[in-house]
């Protein structure tokens, strides 16, 4: 069985950003109103512990291109765990008011992980060409040793036949990626910005890392006018 670990992870630049980021922008967005936001990590793939924090951990160094202040995470905690809430979410009226207030986080960023595929392999089957060379004969008349005729067979040329002979063959398929994100005011607890990409990459760190550039560079072309 033949194995070509580069059949599907070849096609990543041509397919990997193929699918364009969804978002939306509230019109009452302003940019002079977010400045400072906190994350409050990603819901968990199913049957995936721990991959809400991956992503999460992923995506935020990339709201700097935002120029946002990102508030370090320990310190969020440190806040929500001052709450009576037997499970602090951070997504509270009161807990977005706490924020809002030890803080100053003006927003809060949640996420929801939508695809989650490590690299795999599967097998197909290709067709292999085979080609196959035989001699064609022809009966002929040749002039006896005796001076008669006689009629003899002999080799006259080739033939070269061609066929597609089926073959298994291991092909690695690209991990893959998707996720959304959404940005609500602690002060009003008005949704301000959302969106959603998926990428392939050669693991699921890769893929998180250009899902995630391309859900930010759709907001930063969204965020651009004198309106925001």
Known sequence: ?????????????????????VVFVSPHYKSQHIMRVAVMGFSDFPGQQGSGTMIADIFEKYLFKLNYQVVDANQVQQVLQQQPSAVPSGT???????????????AIVTGSISELQET??????????QEETSPVYQDVVVQGRHGGLRTVTEQTGTQT??????????????????????????KTGELMWSGSGSADGMNMASAAEAAATKIIQAIQKDLVGPER
């Open 161 to 186: 036949t061609y066929t597609d002979q089926s073959v298994p063959e291991t092909e690695t398929l690209p991990a893959r990626v998707g996720f959304s994100v959404r940005l609500v005011s602690v």
């Open 92 to 106: 509270t009226p009161e807990e977005l008011a706490t924020l809002n207030k030890n803080l100053n986080v003006d």
């Open 120 to 129: 795999s392999e599967q097998t197909v089957m290709v067709d292999i060409p």
């Open 1 to 21: 069985m033949k194995k070509n670990p580069l059949i599907a992870l070849g096609l990543l630049g041509l397919f990997g950003c193929a699918t364009p980021a």
